[in-house]
């Protein structure tokens, strides 16, 4: 997974505002946010890791958190509750945006950051689904009929592009994701049960 790309290889760095580095602030996790983050189950936090949701940052949103919880428990179909519960932040609600730190970055290696080595950042395709309540896809919807570009540029202040220099990096603390469990008391999103670690779990301690 850790393959570094040729320079041949690279796509064009054009300057057209997709391929121009953004620079967004880093999320810093709370020592509670890294426990449940490591009490993720394996195959999910690799997932997580790959995708860039182990320390998303939420766009501003009219909706607060507590509102947002709400729609998540009592509007969201069922379908959507069971793989959004297996990571620690949550899936379906994370635009391509607020991803964060690439899964290299986060293992100290930055010279192998994932959107230096593509040559640019994840480009979303602009269109979500929209589902039936019996969990079919039943129409694609148009996000951005401008066309607008949702990029994830890793939040890593490290080098992304060879020809410029890092700039110093930009911090955020986000409070934890909570959401009321079925007895109406909050729970964390991906809160699991205690369980006993593996020597492989103990491989992931390098990325936090």
């Known amino acids: 997974m850790n393959e570094t790309a040729s320079a041949a290889g690279r796509e064009p760095r054009a300057r057209n505002g997709v391929h121009t580095v953004i620079r967004r602030p880093q999320r810093t996790l709370t020592p509670e946010e890294h426990q449940l983050v490591q009490g993720t189950a ?4 690799h997932g997580a890791l790959i995708m860039g949701i182990v320390d998303p ?3 501003p949103s009219p909706m607060s958190e507590t509102e947002g919880a709400w729609v ?10 069971i ?9 379906h609600q994370w635009a391509t945006c607020e991803r964060g730190t690439c899964r ?3 293992g100290g290696r930055c010279d192998l950051c994932v959107h230096r080595q593509k040559g640019g950042p994840h480009v979303d395709d602009n269109t979500d689904r929209v589902w039936s309540h019996k969990g079919r896809c039943v129409a694609r919807l148009i996000l ?19 020809l410029a220099a890092a700039p110093a990096p930009l911090a955020v603390t986000v409070a934890g994701t909570e959401r009321p469990g079925p007895d109406g008391a909050a729970a964390h999103t991906g809160a699991r049960r205690a369980r006993g670690h593996s020597a492989a779990d103990w491989s992931q301690n390098a990325l936090f």
């Open 57 to 59: 940052v939420p766009n």
């Open 104 to 106: 290299n970055c986060l």
């Open 72 to 81: 998540r428990e009592r509007v969201w179909p069922a379908h959507f509750l």
């Open 42 to 45: 394996l195959l999910n936090l």
């Open 144 to 162: 951005r009929p401008g066309d607008e570009p949702c990029v994830w540029w890793c939040r890593c202040s490290c080098l992304k592009d060879d």
């Open 83 to 91: 793989i959004d519960r297996k990571y620690p932040w949550g899936f």
